[in-house]
């Protein structure tokens, strides 16, 4: 049985269902595909009244008062979701809505890693899969990219769910492992975007990698950090901030993004994107990990590290020749047929451990088939949103696909 409130209309003014959730160290909603408008324009009308995000225009400083958002990237995330049945058994499809917190454009273009560990939770609390104790694999397509991830919990004898305990959130909560499946290329269609392990833009050694993610990953050193900094002193220093955002920009273009359409991104959109080229300083490691990073999703800093870009990272830790391979330490040799290899990753919450399944026989380049990060997820919150504000346009499209 499924448990879904359904959209109505209360005292005049729509009711929209949400699970509002958290998914690593990212916050956001998770909506049942069902009864979300069909139309794109009225769609993103209703994640600008979930979010409190800015109906139109700039809105500089806004906070979000009237929606669910949280200012930074990582607490305006939405993902879509729904339960199709193939030969291949049942899996969810999601789709993810980025937003941003001082204006209304949405970015359709990239998965979360973090977010996407609430959803097999989120599938469990609403029905839509039932499981006995034991390991649950639940197969998720995300239309963002085509990426198919597994997330992996285990089902306790007598209900509930194993609990972890994951750098950047207090306490222990459901656990789930989350493996990208055949992760390479999934915005660019290369493991090396530019076809080089190592480029140099602006004056600085890049490495410009794309598994999960784009993600464009630097030495700290040659901007005269270590990569231990906090991540509030760093957004702090203006000139860094200015050097690191012209670097990201430019390889973005070099790697040659493309919009959901296939055309390729313009300056402009790289510019302003909230969600690629991701973009990292990396650095040795002081405690029990191999390498050492500050990450940005890329407008501002992250307070740990994303699911996507840590597998990517991890990756590009093992491909001789790049910046990460270069400042890494203690790295376990990767052999010529496929095992696991774990990379730790010191990050501003600790050392997150990522495990990426890969081989290399010295003669060809690094192949990867999957990456795996460990993540933990709860429900934050699950009810109705009014939307007092709702256009009768958007309120007549949610109630014409409830019958």
């Known amino acids: 049985m499924n448990h879904f409130p359904s959209p109505r209309l209360h005292q005049g003014v729509l009711e929209f269902p949400v699970h509002h959730m958290r998914g690593g160290t990212s916050t956001g909603l998770v909506i049942h595909e069902a009864f979300a408008p069909e139309s ?10 979930l979010m ?12 979000q008062i009237t929606g669910l958002g949280r200012g930074p990237a990582t607490s305006n995330k939405v993902f879509f979701a729904y339960r199709e049945d193939g030969p291949e058994g049942p899996r969810l499809v999601s789709t993810l809505a980025q937003l941003a917190s001082d204006h209304g454009e949405i970015d359709w273009s990239v998965n979360c890693g973090n977010m996407s560990s609430a959803l097999p939770l989120w599938a469990m609390d609403t029905g839509l899969f039932t499981a006995g104790p034991g390991t649950v694999d639940l197969d998720i397509r995300n239309t963002n990219t085509g990426v198919i991830t597994t997330g992996r919990m285990v089902v306790r004898e ?11 959130v207090d306490g222990a909560f459901p656990s789930v492992d989350l493996f990208l499946h055949h992760p390479v290329g999934a915005k660019t269609g290369r493991l090396l975007p530019t076809g080089r392990a190592l480029d140099t833009i602006a004056g600085h050694e890049v490495s410009c990698v794309d ?52 055309s390729p991104m313009s300056r402009a959109e790289i ?3 909230e969600t690629i080229p991701k973009v990292c300083i990396v650095g040795a490691p002081r405690a029990d990990g ?21 597998c990517c990272l991890a990756a590009a830790a093992l491909i001789e020749g790049s910046v990460a391979h270069r400042v890494a330490q203690g790295l376990p040799a990767v052999g010529a047929a496929f095992g696991e290899v774990q990379v730790g990753i010191e990050n501003p919450a600790g050392i997150l451990e990522a495990t990426v399944v890969a081989r290399c026989d010295g003669t060809g380049p690094l192949e990867v088939e999957r990456a795996a990060y460990r993540r933990s997820a709860q429900v ?17 499209a949610v109630m014409e696909r409830q019958g």
């Open 40 to 49: 794109q324009a009225l769609r993103e009308e209703l994640l600008r009244h």
């Open 52 to 63: 409190g995000v800015p109906l139109a225009g700039q809105r500089p400083g806004n906070r």
């Open 158 to 168: 007598g209900g509930g769910f194993e609990f972890a305990a994951i750098p950047g």
């Open 211 to 262: 598994v999960a993610v784009p993600m464009v990953i630097l030495d700290a050193a040659g901007f005269g950090k270590t990569a231990h900094e906090p991540v509030k002193e760093l957004e702090a220093d203006a000139a860094f901030m200015a050097a690191l955002r012209a670097v990201w920009i430019e390889a973005g273009l070099l790697m040659g993004l493309k919009r959901r359409d296939g």
């Open 271 to 273: 510019e302003r994107s």
């Open 290 to 310: 191999h390498i050492a990073v500050r990450y940005f999703t890329p407008q501002t800093g992250h307070a740990s590290m994303a699911v996507s870009g840590g």
């Open 380 to 396: 934050l919150l699950r009810g109705t949103v009014p939307l007092y504000r709702a256009s009768p346009e958007l309120v007549a």
